[in-house]
């Protein structure tokens, strides 16, 4: 029997270009290789549009707009670099983890024009403007602002639906990750209404071909499943969408870490492991 190699669609957030994360980027690459990853997706943040997106953790490092845009482009050069360095130990695509707030789509596509990624990962963190994964405290902000976690979800599959629709990215980044401060969220997102958009989500994701990332974060927090969530998963193979793991590493203890769960998971449902990558080989 062929055990399927670790791969990830989704990863490699170092503690050199992303606040939130540690190691460098080349200790992060080392691990993948030392896990005998297949190929890996290196994705880092894109900057923010404005100061107003700068995150606390950034502006208390001493970081603005302009400054975490120099930041970017050291990271596109460098990981450029490790990927001709690295070329014959294992395949790394370079690429990017989008935004979506007010300006930002218009931005990520400049941004691709400037940098040539190889291909970017198409993520929503912010509904009306407000990081919602960020604290729990900006995840009932944004709430409230919607008038209600019903409303929030809604609202973020919508701004999910557009982004999508705008930027086409290889890959769709945890799907489902506006449940993230939910406890309720298993119901939730089965209620007509929120199940509804989910479902228009995914035919434009089979219509357009696009990756989902199985996405792992979850599980290295503790919780008991990924970013997709069960019943997304299952109508999701059955679609024949192409579902691919993405560990979300934010640092080399989170590398493999949960690898070998995601692979019987996917098995389980009937999902293709033998995992498309994110670029065309004709790239």
Same mark, same amino acid.
């Given at each position: 029997?062929?055990?399927?190699?670790?791969?990830?669609?989704?990863?490699?957030?170092?503690?050199?270009?992303?606040?939130?994360?540690?190691?460098?980027?080349?200790?992060?690459?080392?691990?993948?290789?030392?896990?005998?990853?297949?190929?890996?997706?290196?994705?880092?943040?894109?900057?923010?549009?404005?100061?107003?997106?700068?995150?606390?953790?950034?502006?208390?490092?001493?970081?603005?707009?302009?400054?975490?845009?120099?930041?970017?482009?050291?990271?596109?050069?460098?990981?450029?670099?490790?990927?001709?360095?690295?070329?014959?130990?294992?395949?790394?695509?370079?690429?990017?983890?989008?935004?979506?707030?007010?300006?930002?789509?218009?931005?990520?596509?400049?941004?691709?024009?400037?940098?040539?990624?190889?291909?970017?990962?198409?993520?929503?963190?912010?509904?009306?403007?407000?990081?919602?994964?960020?604290?729990?405290?900006?995840?009932?902000?944004?709430?409230?602002?919607?008038?209600?976690?019903?409303?929030?979800? &809604?609202?973020?599959?919508?701004?999910?639906? =557009? /982004?999508?629709?705008? @930027? #086409? %990215?290889?890959?769709?980044? !945890?799907?489902?990750?506006?449940?993230?401060?939910?406890?309720?969220?298993?119901?939730?997102?089965?209620?007509?209404?929120?199940?509804?958009?989910?479902?228009?989500?995914?035919?434009?994701?089979?219509?357009?071909?696009?990756?989902?990332?199985?996405?792992?974060?979850?599980?290295?927090?503790?919780?008991?499943?990924?970013?997709?969530? &069960?019943?997304?998963?299952?109508?999701?193979? =059955? /679609?024949?969408?192409? @579902? #691919? %793991?993405?560990?979300?590493? !934010?640092?080399?203890?989170?590398?493999?870490?949960?690898?070998?769960?995601?692979?019987?998971?996917?098995?389980?449902?009937?999902?293709?492991?033998?995992?498309?990558?994110?670029?065309?080989?004709?790239?």
């Amino acid at each position: 029997m062929n055990v399927p190699q670790p791969v990830s669609v989704h990863g490699g957030h170092s503690g050199q270009f992303c606040g939130h994360a540690k190691d460098t980027l080349e200790e992060i690459v080392l691990a993948y290789i030392d896990q005998r990853y297949a190929w890996v997706g290196i994705t880092e943040h894109m900057p923010p549009v404005s100061d107003a997106f700068v995150y606390p953790e950034e502006k208390g490092a001493g970081f603005d707009a302009g400054t975490l845009k120099e930041r970017f482009a050291d990271y596109m050069t460098t990981c450029r670099r490790l990927q001709t360095r690295y070329a014959d130990d294992i395949r790394i695509y370079v690429g990017f983890e989008t935004e979506d707030y007010s300006g930002s789509l218009d931005f990520t596509n400049a941004l691709i024009d400037t940098f040539s990624p190889d291909y970017v990962v198409g993520s929503v963190h912010h509904v009306k403007d407000i990081p919602f994964d960020y604290s729990k405290a900006c995840y009932e902000e944004a709430a409230d602002r919607c008038g209600g976690l019903d409303e929030m979800y &809604a609202a973020y599959f919508d701004q999910q639906y =557009e /982004m999508i629709r705008a @930027i #086409v %990215p290889r890959v769709v980044g !945890h799907l489902d990750i506006v449940r993230i401060f939910d406890p309720d969220y298993r119901s939730r997102l089965l209620k007509p209404m929120i199940w509804k958009k989910i479902l228009r989500n995914l035919k434009l994701v089979k219509q357009l071909n696009l990756i989902l990332d199985f996405n792992l974060r979850p599980l290295s927090r503790g919780e008991n499943e990924p970013y997709l969530s &069960a019943p997304i998963l299952k109508k999701a193979a =059955e /679609m024949g969408i192409d @579902i #691919v %793991p993405g560990d979300d590493s !934010h640092g080399v203890d989170t590398i493999g870490a949960h690898m070998h769960s995601a692979i019987t998971m996917l098995g389980a449902a009937g999902v293709c492991t033998d995992w498309r990558q994110p670029v065309d080989a004709s790239h």
